[in-house]
């Protein structure tokens, strides 16, 4: 193991605390976009019934991040959805910087 590889796991754990931070302190804990928004009612609406709408109208856009916010609401309600989701967001964040300097 390299000199510069043993401290990278540190860094990565470094890097989602630091995201974990931001998402827990600055942003509230209720949506904030309106994209998060739609997103969160899509996710909503599908884990009740089992279909992909938005606004009120079925979906003809791609459903990947109201399935990913459906599972989560599936597993563990709709009370914690938002600190769920981010935290996910966080771990995938530092999962995509982990790939892309093992690939480079």
Known sequence: ????????PGLYIACLCVCAAVDWIYFPATTVFPDEQRYVASALRLAQT?????AGDRAWEMPG????YAAIVRAFGAVHLIQ???????????????????TA
């Open 1 to 8: 193991m390299t000199r510069c590889s043993r401290y990278l």
């Open 84 to 102: 769920l989701a981010r935290t996910a967001q966080s771990v995938l964040l530092v999962l995509q910087a982990l790939l892309v300097g093992w």
């Open 50 to 54: 089992g279909e992909f709408w938005a």
């Open 65 to 68: 991040t109201a399935l990913f």
